[in-house]
T-cell receptor
Framework: AQSVTQLGSHVSVSEGALVLLRCNYS??????LFWYVQYPNQGLQLLLK??????LVKGINGFEAEFKKSETSFHLTKPSAHMSDAAEYFC??????????FGAGTTVTVRA | GAGVSQSPRYKVAKRGQDVALRCDPI?????LFWYQQALGQGPEFLTY????????KSGLPSDRFFAERPEGSVSTLKIQRTQQEDSAVYLC?????????????FGPGTRLTVL
């Protein structure tokens, strides 16, 4: 089974600054990895996913993530934060079965 | 509809009451999942359907939880004799392909509060 760890439960950034959200997974088999965003009182929306085709994955809203096998990491970045990026972000993984294993989530606040 | 829908969006139950939560997946999606999201936590897997077959119910917390998808489309998650620890957001997700690694699309969730 997968284990996903998100470092930092809260991240605060200034508008226009870099957003960096950290995610590490544990597995001996490279998993399929996902980042989801959750706005208040809404369901989870897929930002991007890694399926072993390319290590740098581009998603919606200017986000991207890089798969690093040597570090078992899949960190999410966005070069310039916008106020609308304020939300909760979840990293998730699937390995040999169909169950998504989620991290605990990181709440992003954006300062004007 | 274009996405996964869930009803009701909010449910308040007194301890001991039975509740039923509905999920309408994206039309044509074979796989359907239920997840439970406690406050401040990531979602946790409850159960998985492939068409009408419930292939995995290993995440259901107790025998008070029951899920069905009788015609392979709409699904209902039923909780009997609700307890305060059942308070959570219940998320439904569907995917086009059976099992494995296809993208799961999530509904808005049902927030259950047990008093």
């Amino acid at each position: 089974a997968q284990s996903v760890t998100q470092l930092g439960s809260h991240v605060s950034v200034s508008e226009g600054a870099l957003v960096l959200l950290r995610c590490n997974y544990s597995s001996s088999v490279p998993p399929y990895l996902f980042w989801y965003v959750q706005y208040p009182n809404q369901g989870l929306q897929l930002l991007l996913k890694y399926t072993s085709a390319a290590t740098l994955v581009k998603g919606i809203n200017g986000f991207e993530a890089e798969f690093k096998k040597s570090e078992t990491s899949f960190h999410l970045t966005k070069p310039s934060a916008h106020m609308s990026d304020a939300a909760e972000y979840f990293c998730a993984a699937i390995s040999n079965d169909y169950k998504l294993s989620f991290g605990a989530g990181t709440t992003v606040t954006v300062r004007a | 509809g274009a996405g996964v829908s869930q009803s009701p969006r909010y449910k308040v139950a007194k301890r001991g009451q039975d509740v039923a939560l509905r999920c309408d997946p994206i039309s044509g999606h074979v796989s359907l999942f239920w997840y439970q999201q406690a406050l401040g936590q990531g979602p946790e897997f409850l159960t998985y359907f492939q068409n009408e077959a419930q292939l995995d119910k290993s995440g259901l917390p107790s025998d008070r939880f029951f899920a069905e998808r009788p015609e392979g489309s709409v699904s209902t998650l039923k909780i009997q004799r609700t307890q305060q620890e059942d308070s959570a957001v219940y998320l439904c997700a569907s995917s086009y392909l059976p099992g494995a690694t296809d993208t799961q699309y999530f509904g808005p969730g049902t927030r259950l509060t047990v008093l």
